[in-house]
Antibody, heavy 121, light 107 residues
Framework: QVQLVESGGGVVQPGRSLRLSCAAS????????MHWVRQAPGKGLEWVAV????????FYADSVKGRFLISRDNSKNTLYLQMNSLRAEDTAIYYC??????????????WGQGTLVTVSS | DIQMTQSPSTLSASVGDRVTITCRAS??????LAWYQQKPGKAPKLLIY???ILESGVPSRFSGSGSGTEFTLTISSLQPDDFATYYC?????????FGQGTKVEIK
């Protein structure tokens, strides 16, 4: 079965960096686009970034563009989110998620359990 | 950017009620609309995609409709397990945006 396990969250000071990882299993990782979605405490969902199955294309929300970098290592079945110049408003649970379908325009069909990032001095 | 607006923000209903949630896009997204259910402390779960296709394993009391800019999620007979927060999401043309959510509460 599809499993997505995020890690790397924690408490970090404003202006510092943090890298999140998402370990994937139970499917052919290299065949699917992957996303990061975040949820601030008590708030709604915010899409953050997507990376194509082969890493050739990446798209970002305006709120993180220029500060966050999404990447993947298909040999390690792992998705990453490098977060730089962190701000208090980046405090959230970060979920990784997989496209529902292979090579088909589709929604987020599978989600990890999330990892909490707290930006605070 | 495409904005998604859900209404209502909160909905109080009883078991057995028919419930409808509306999602409006700031521009046409054709049928590229999904609905998710989220319970406290859990990841979202996909319910419906392409506006009206029920994801595998989702009860048939859930249904979706709409196209262009107006979409609805309907729960035909609310069950105890359905009290949760629901989000719409557009995934049109290299753009992804969630609505602000609708919390379905027990009346």
């Amino acid at each position: 079965q599809v499993q997505l396990v995020e890690s790397g969250g924690g408490v970090v000071q404003p202006g510092r960096s943090l890298r999140l990882s998402c370990a994937a299993s139970g499917f052919t990782f290299r065949s699917y686009a992957m996303h990061w979605v975040r949820q601030a405490p008590g708030k709604g969902l915010e899409w953050v970034a997507v990376i194509w199955y082969d890493g050739t294309d990446k798209f970002y929300a305006d709120s993180v563009k220029g500060r966050f970098l999404i990447s993947r290592d298909n040999s390690k079945n792992t998705l990453y989110l490098q977060m730089n110049s962190l701000r208090a408003e980046d405090t959230a649970i970060y979920y990784c998620a997989r496209d529902l379908r292979f090579l088909e325009w589709s929604p987020l069909g599978f989600w990890g359990q999330g990892t909490l990032v707290t930006v605070s001095s | 950017d495409i904005q998604m607006t859900q209404s209502p923000s909160t909905l109080s209903a009883s078991v057995g009620d028919r419930v409808t949630i509306t999602c409006r896009a700031s521009q046409s997204i054709s049928g590229w609309l999904a609905w998710y259910q989220q319970k406290p402390g859990k990841a979202p779960k996909l319910l419906i995609y392409k506006a009206s296709i029920l994801e595998s394993g989702v009860p048939s009391r859930f249904s979706g409709s709409g196209s262009g800019t107006e979409f609805t999620l309907t729960i035909s007979s609310l069950q105890p397990d359905d009290f949760a927060t629901y989000y719409c999401q557009q995934y049109n043309n290299y753009s992804w945006t969630f609505g602000q959510g609708t919390k379905v509460e027990i009346k």
